[in-house]
């Protein structure tokens, strides 16, 4: 197997690759825990560079026709395609997750990057029917500079929708990459550079998320915002942006339920929770925590999950036939060692896992704990690690009730071969996404909803854009 050197990380900003004004910050492997690489952070000068850089781009861009900003975006996708190999081994090495994963998840970065491209040259406004010697045209337009915020789960899937959505519409970006991802976000925004992207349209910061978040979301110069992370951290944008009029797409944290009802195919539900549940190590906003199972069939799914969890392949992303990579740092290590003890405590039952794996790594085994009440903190908390519940639920109004106990979750899973219960769980669960009998059916062109939300849950080329009436008279 070719090996990859792990890059230093720099800032970018006005089209050139620099060092940034504050400390930079160490990168870790964490499947063996050692320094691979740093990472450059932005100072208060830097920000205001950076700031000054995208509003000059966005003067550019927007002046760009759609065609050539199709272009340009197409290539983009297409380098991406090209280094596939080199960006997914920097994906692994930084942030732990399997290398098929990782592969996978630049190749969808590419096909994201080429729809949204596609959908703005078709189009962005529409006449009206005239009236008399009055002629109406409603014109959409970009809303201006953009901050977008890209965690650490999905450094790459989650920067190319931010990226390519503001892009598609003509907005310039500042993008502010999560820390212990820097390298795979930063070879997006090379592939951008290199295919064309002018100075100052696309810039790249690092450094506390939070201070730079605050500063920019407050800034007049920035017209829009996207962050994905902790909800904490969101509300407190959230409230900000409110105040300044500004839209803001918010994709928080959440703590995604499953139901399985008595009618389902158990061995397809196992497989494919199992699947959702442990992928990235369960950091991941989709990830289920709460199964929720029908009487009748809940000893028989307790068993095979359990099975199906002991029987996943746990270590270095880059070996062969890895199901499952480590936690991304040692603070998701102690988060997942503080939640099994407090859940057995509260009298819940450790069916699979529960502690770490080996003594170099942040790896946790896959963990599965049965019988769990409210009073424990993984029932309340999302656990953004690699922990399932399964409980037991005899009446439906019971499921349906803990399914929507917390604050609508982005995705709830559901699994039964009954067209009446399918019906109803549309119409009674609150999350704004709903899987049945699959893991997660989106296609690129499908957002997400907005139920429970206020701001949009997801990037698209709406949540850049703003309409414009012109009315001509003759």
């Not at 000068?45 to 003067?59: I, N, Q, V, Y």
């Amino acid at each position: 197997m070719k090996t990859y050197t792990y890059p230093d990380t720099p800032l970018y900003i006005n089209g050139r690759w620099r060092g940034g004004h504050a400390p930079g910050f160490t990168v870790i492997d964490p499947a063996t825990e050692t320094r691979i690489g740093t990472c450059a952070a932005a100072g208060p000068r830097d920000l205001d560079e950076a700031l000054a850089s995208t509003e000059r781009g966005f003067w550019k861009w927007r002046q760009a026709s759609a065609l050539e900003r199709c272009q340009i975006m197409v290539r983009a996708a297409d380098l991406l395609r090209e280094r596939i190999e080199p960006i997914a081994h920097l994906m692994t090495m930084e942030q732990g997750k399997p290398l098929a994963d990782a592969r996978a998840e630049v190749a969808a970065a590419a096909d994201l990057i080429d729809w949204f491209a596609n959908e703005g040259h078709t189009g962005l406004g529409k006449a009206l029917a005239p009236r008399g010697q009055t002629t109406q045209l409603l014109v959409k337009e970009p809303v201006g500079p953009v901050a977008a915020f890209v965690a650490w789960s999905f450094p790459i899937g989650q920067a190319a929708r931010k990226v390519s959505a503001a892009l598609a519409c003509g907005c310039s970006v500042v993008l502010v990459g999560p820390d212990a991802a820097p390298a795979s976000c930063a070879a997006l925004v090379v592939a951008f550079a290199d295919a064309g992207l002018p100075a100052g349209v696309l810039n790249l910061l690092y450094g506390s998320q939070s201070d730079i978040a605050t500063y920019l979301i407050g800034h007049p110069t920035i017209t829009a915002g996207s962050y994905s992370g902790p909800a904490l951290l969101g509300a407190r944008l959230a409230a900000l942006a409110g105040v300044r009029g500004k839209s803001l797409v918010l994709e928080l944290s959440g703590h995604a339920p499953a139901i399985v009802f008595d009618d389902a195919d158990i061995e397809l539900a196992v497989r494919l929770l199992c699947k959702a549940k442990f992928r990235n190590a369960g950091q991941a906003r989709f990830a289920p925590t709460r199964i929720l199972v029908q009487g009748a069939v809940y000893e028989r799914f307790l068993d095979d999950f359990v099975e199906a969890s002991k029987n996943m392949t746990v270590g270095n992303g880059l070996g062969d036939g890895v199901g499952m990579g480590p936690l991304v740092s040692a603070a998701r290590l102690d988060r997942m060692e503080a939640l099994v003890p407090d859940a057995v405590d509260a009298g819940a039952a450790l069916m699979a896992g529960g502690h770490r794996m080996g003594n170099l790594g942040f790896f946790f085994w896959p963990t599965v704990l049965a019988g769990v009440t409210t009073q424990a903190r993984v029932m309340n908390a999302e656990p953004f690690g690699p922990i399932a519940v399964v409980n037991r639920f005899d009446r439906r109004e019971a499921a349906i009730a803990e399914v929507n106990r917390l604050r609508p979750s982005l995705a709830t899973y559901a699994y039964t071969t009954s067209e009446a219960t399918m019906r109803d769980l549309g119409r009674d669960i609150a999350s704004p996404t709903l899987f049945i009998n699959q893991r997660d059916g989106r296609s690129l062109e499908a957002g997400l909803g907005g139920i429970g939300a206020g701001f949009a849950n997801e990037d698209t080329l709406e949540s850049y854009l703003q309409a414009r009436l012109i009315s001509l008279s003759a």
